[in-house]
């Protein structure tokens, strides 16, 4: 990570609008699958969260990242993307009615520590020019009077602060009148209703004195509300980004000639990837004599580091009952906001393995995406969740029929035991939807693993 981590946080906004030429499922499909990953792992891009808006206005999607520092973006690792940009990146971009980027550094947020907060359902944005004249006023009025108002209203949950660096139009909007104004300053309220903004005390808020004597000297955009609960991959990427877009998965029993502790170290000296240090490996073993009974995951995001695992999968054959390499594409991630950074990964996994039915993907993907993994993440003792999607798997050897990779690998760590037996674990397949989701889906596997010293 480079220095701009020290500087002042930055954020990007970006509006969008598919117009007459991109249908919304190919302007998503390319965020989800292409874009946002491409993001995120450049390092200082911290979080991501995508909006649909609720109100039938204009433009009609928002994506905002938080930065480390505005200078993320002049880096060469995100300066770098633009070149290396798909044939479907550059069609999709070039066909949309606006894509309109811009760049803010931090001001405030309310309130000040703010990082265990979760994004509110509802975003209410407010842009502001003020009065050059009136400018250190017009702050002084946000800072000690406005949030702090807002803040007293049912529903509201956090208010941050921006000041404008840069604007572009990136597509569309050939006409500069029709083009979105960008003012130097940006509000942004997170709500859990809509009816917030109704109450007596939001009223309050925007009708002070000191709100009249300073909101005549300047000019109030009010764009409209968003809603983050809409798009495929918001509830997942609003969190740190992943730290590797792939991951390799070793699903193994030793003989009984050899014991763990041996083929750990085994696995550790001789399976050392290209480009990748020994401690990236996490060693696992299942829980009440399951099988397969070890597991070990490589964040590995080099396709030379998979080849090179093939070239040793004999180094390992000789040692073991069974064998099974995967390769898995990261697709979204869910971690919990106030996990002390040293306490992942997670002691326990919760691994489940899924294959839906033909032509049942989209909804499975929802599902895990806007029900599932939030309900998982209110069982006691849980950290985080990883879904990935299989890309290669090679290896099948065996003592006895193994058993076809699914599609889906779902990796759900916790801090302690007992996670399975809670209720509200119980809870995750008994709504409606998860009921549904069962009948759609072929299971390899529900399985416990262990960490490994």
């Not at 039938?56 to 880096?75: E, H, I, N």
């Not at 940009?85 to 066909?95: G, L, P, Q, V």
């Not at 947020?109 to 944005?125: E, Q, T």
Request: aromatic share 10%.
């Amino acid at each position: 990570m480079s220095d701009c981590t020290k500087a002042v946080p930055g954020l990007l906004f970006v509006y969008g609008e598919c117009g007459e030429h991109v249908t919304e499922k190919d302007f998503n499909d390319w965020y989800d699958g292409e874009h946002v990953p491409a993001r995120a792992v450049v390092p200082g891009f911290q979080t991501l969260i995508r909006y649909k808006q609720v109100d039938g206005r204009k433009p009609s999607w928002l994506a905002m990242y938080d930065l480390s520092s505005p200078d993320v973006l002049q880096t060469p690792a995100y300066t770098g993307l633009f070149a290396a940009a798909s044939h479907n990146e550059r069609t999709i971009i070039a066909n949309l009615a606006m894509l309109n980027r811009r760049v803010y550094s931090h001001i405030s947020s309310y309130p000040a520590n703010d990082a265990d907060v979760r994004p509110g359902k509802y975003l209410f944005i407010v842009m502001i020019q003020p009065a050059p004249e009136s400018e250190e006023e017009f702050n002084n009025w946000y800072e000690e009077e406005h949030v702090p108002l807002l803040s007293k209203s049912p529903g509201w949950v956090r208010s941050r602060r921006y000041k404008l660096i840069s604007a572009a139009e990136v597509a569309g909007r050939a006409n500069a009148e029709e083009a979105l104004a960008p003012l130097t300053y940006l509000a942004l309220h997170e709500i859990e209703s809509e009816e917030t903004r109704e109450t007596p005390e939001w009223k309050h808020a925007t009708s002070t004195p000191w709100r009249n004597k300073v909101g005549g000297a300047a000019t109030f955009l009010d764009i409209q509300v968003f809603n983050h609960g809409l798009t495929s991959e918001n509830t997942i990427s609003q969190m740190a980004a992943p730290e590797a877009k792939s991951m390799i998965v070793l699903l193994l029993d030793g003989r009984e000639d050899t014991p763990d502790s041996e083929l750990h170290e085994l696995i550790n000296g001789k399976y050392t990837l290209t480009g990748i240090d020994a401690t990236s490996f996490r060693f696992y073993k299942a829980s009440n004599g399951q099988k397969p009974s070890l597991a070990m995951f490589c964040d590995a995001p080099l396709n030379s580091s998979w080849n090179e695992a093939l070239a040793k999968e004999a180094d390992i054959l000789s040692h073991v009952a069974s064998f099974q390499q995967r390769k898995y594409t990261l697709a979204y991630e869910l971690t919990t906001p106030s996990a002390d950074p040293s306490s992942l990964p997670g002691r326990y996994v919760l691994l489940t393995s899924n294959t839906p039915v033909s032509g049942h993907d989209e909804d499975f993907e929802k599902f895990y995406d806007e029900e599932h993994l939030e309900l998982v993440a209110k069982v006691p003792g849980w950290l985080r969740s990883r879904v990935y999607k299989l890309e290669e798997y090679s290896g099948a050897h065996a003592t006895e029929s193994t058993s076809t990779p699914g599609k889906y690998l779902a990796v759900h760590e916790f801090e302690r035991q007992g996670f399975i037996e809670a209720p509200e674990m119980g809870a995750t397949a008994k709504t409606p939807w998860a009921e549904r989701i069962l009948k759609v889906v072929s299971t390899e596997f529900v399985k416990v693993f262990e960490r490994q010293k």
